[in-house]
C-alpha cells in the first residue's frame, strides 16, 4: 500500500524482495499525492511496477482524505482478503489501510516502525503512533526505535530491526543514475545549497512562512540555493522566486534531487527522507524543526536541528568546517528491502501456528 511521495523509496525495494521470493503482491496505490513528479514519475524513477490498483483519491483535509482511503480501500481488502497487508511510513494512506485492515482481521505490516518526534502537532506523529498499535509485525530502521516501542507497550516480539529501505533506493540510484551529469544537466556547478520545506509548522502560519524566507534569503548571501518548491508550498513561499540568488524550480524528479543533494554543500530541509538520504551521502543536513524522530541522523549522521532564528548560524558553521563523511548507520547499507522481506516471508509462514488472523471477516 502506497500513496505518497515518500512512500515509494521505501515501498520498491521491498516489492522487488518480496517478488524475487516469489510472494504474490497486489500493489495498491491510494492517489493521496496525484503531482505527477511525486507520484508516477517517482514510482518509476526507484523502479515500482505500476500498482495493480489505483484509488485516485486526492486531497483534502485530514479527516476528508483519511475518510476517502478508508472507504476506498476496504472493498479492495474484502475482494483480494490478503494474508497480510503492509503499510510504509506515516502518512494518511499508512493510518487509513492499516486501520481498514485491523478492522477486517487481516494482520498489518509496518514498514519504519518506531519512529517518534514525540510531538503531536505533527499529523504524521499521531499516524505513526496509530498505526503501529495496530499492527502484528513492526520493521524498524534503527535501534532508536525499540525503546519507543517499548515504552507504549508494544512487546519486542512483534520488533523487527531490518534497516533503512529507503537507504536501498539511494544505492540503486546512484548505481543507474550518473548523477555528475544530471548535476550538469541542472546547471549546478561550484558550491550551492539545496532546500526542501513543506511541513505545517514552517509555511501554514505566515510569520513561520515569513522567518522561512528570511532563512532563504540569508543563505543565499553566502552561497546559490535551489529550491525545488513542494505542491504544499507554493502559496507560503512562491515569493521565494524574488530573492536573490534563490532558484526556484519544481519538484525535481528522483535521480535529480538525489544528484542536487550529493553535489550540494549544505541541504536545510524539514523533510523526513532528506535528513536520512543526505547522511547517507555524507552531505551537512540542518533540519528546520524543534523535533526529529530520525535521532540517529544527529548521533551517527549529518544531520541538526535549527529554529528559523538559527539556521543561518548553522549554514556559518558548515561553511566554516570541512564537510562530513558519509555517515555508517547500521544496516542503511543496501539491502534493507531483502531483510523486510525475509521477516515477511518468515511471519506468513508462522502466522498460522500463532492464530494470527489470517482469516479476513467482514466487520
Ligand atoms: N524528493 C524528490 N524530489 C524533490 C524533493 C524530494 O524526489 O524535489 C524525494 C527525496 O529524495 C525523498 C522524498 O522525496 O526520497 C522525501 O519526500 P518528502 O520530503 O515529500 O516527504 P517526507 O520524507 O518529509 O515524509
Redesign the pocket.
Known sequence: MVG???N??KAAPVIRALSARGVRQQVVNTGQ?YHD??SAA?MS?VGMPTPDIDLAVGSGSHALQTAAILSAIEPVLVQHRPALVIVY???NSTLAAALAAVKLHIPVAHVEAGLRSHDTTMP?EINRRLVDHMCNLLLVTSPDAWPNLRAEGLADERVVEVGNP?ID??VRAQQVGDFAARRTALGLTGDFALA?I??PSNVDDPDAAAAMLAVLRDTAMRLPVVL?L?PRSQRALTTARELPGVRV??????S???AA?EGARLVL???????E?SSYLGVPCVTVRTTTERPVTITHGTNRLATAQSAVGEVDVILGSAPPVAANIALWDGHAGERIADAITHWLSTAPSRGDGMEARDG
Open positions: 505518497a511521495r515518500p515509494m523509496p499525492h513528479a511525486m517517482m524513477a511510513g506515516d502518512v504524521e529507503m533506493s539511494v526542501t513543506h511541513r525545488p513542494h524550480v519544481e519538484p525535481l524528479a528522483y535529480d534531487f538525489l543533494l530541509t524539514d523533510s523526513g527522507g532528506v535528513q538520504e
